[in-house]
């Protein structure tokens, strides 16, 4: 009779759980993967089409480009913003001179919205008014031959990437947070035994962020996969398709060409990777895990 009770309070308690996923998450998706499969705009409902709308968008060379920036991107973030954040934290960790000053001055472009950082780089890089100009023209250079950064093919997409990778705030705070809970007996130990700062981080910090450190890199791609304020503000995608990524190219094809089943069929695409990418990761650490404990 009690674990019958016991069984019933955990089902109600959990019900409200159930419901409000499937209302917030589970219905959406359904949702677009039905819609994905149709023909859809404002003017007319979904018609069953069957996977026409993914034949569409794999044929086009701006959504393959758009599918090469978001992966360029995603490797970008789960390796240097990820492992800019480790090494960040292994710095604030000693707490030299100046840490507090750094730390904090270091954490305030997390702090600021994605889109108003997009705002602020466009103002500061406007080859016009903004800081480039005063730069080139003190080294010498002709002023009127300063490059529009955004707008240029060849500079866009590296200039967007520096708009958000090296502001690996997030990543520090949390590896901070896991460094604070390894046990300070177990670096009292090897001090005695005559190891190196460097050694200690080599042989017992480094070895034990491993789990942490996949799921900052799950973090990361993920937070690549669904990028899209920053892009937006600065480039909107362009110029051409230089820094189109998967949620810009969601939204041109929503709202410029007015195919909500086209853009479904993108929204599935991306579901469908940022699923791949985590149970890629995870499989990763996991293998290396398995590894070791062989050993």
């Not at 708009?163 to 046990?183: C, H, Q, S």
């Not at 995870?282 to 895990?289: A, D, G, I, P, V």
Request: glycine share 6%; proline share 4%.
């Amino acid at each position: 009779m009690k674990v019958k009770n016991k069984k019933f309070w955990i089902i109600m308690f959990t019900l409200p759980c159930m419901a409000l996923f499937a209302l917030v998450y589970a219905a959406p998706i359904v949702t677009v993967i039905y819609t994905s499969l149709c023909d859809y705009t404002t003017f007319s409902g979904p018609v069953f089409t069957g996977l026409k709308n993914f034949m569409v968008i794999f044929q086009d060379e701006t959504f393959l480009a758009a599918i090469k920036n978001t992966l360029v991107w995603v490797l970008l973030q789960s390796t240097f913003h990820v492992c800019l954040g480790l090494a960040m934290a292994l710095v604030l960790r000693r707490k030299p001179k100046g840490w507090k000053i750094v730390r904090t001055a270091y954490m305030i472009p997390n702090i600021i919205p994605t889109a108003a950082t997009g705002v602020m780089f466009t103002l500061l890089l406007n080859p016009s008014f903004g800081v480039v100009k005063p730069i080139v023209e003190a080294l010498g250079f002709n002023a009127s031959q300063v490059p529009n950064l955004f707008g240029n093919s060849k500079y866009a997409f590296w200039t967007v990437t520096l708009t958000w990778i090296l502001y690996a705030g997030f990543n520090t705070i949390i590896f901070l947070a896991e460094m604070g809970a390894i046990d300070k007996e177990i670096y009292e130990a090897a001090r005695v035994d005559g190891a190196k700062p460097w050694q200690v981080d080599r042989f017992i910090t480094l070895p034990l962020m491993r789990n942490i450190f996949g799921t900052c890199v799950i973090l990361a791609s993920v937070a690549m996969v669904s990028q899209f304020d920053i892009i937006y503000v600065t480039t909107k995608g362009g110029p051409g398709s230089t820094t189109l990524n998967l949620p810009m190219f969601l939204y041109k094809a929503a709202t410029l060409e007015n195919n909500y089943g086209k853009a479904n069929a993108v929204g599935v695409v991306q579901i469908v990777l940022g699923l791949v990418l985590v149970v890629l990761i995870q499989q990763l650490f996991r293998e290396k895990k398995e590894i070791r404990e062989g050993k």
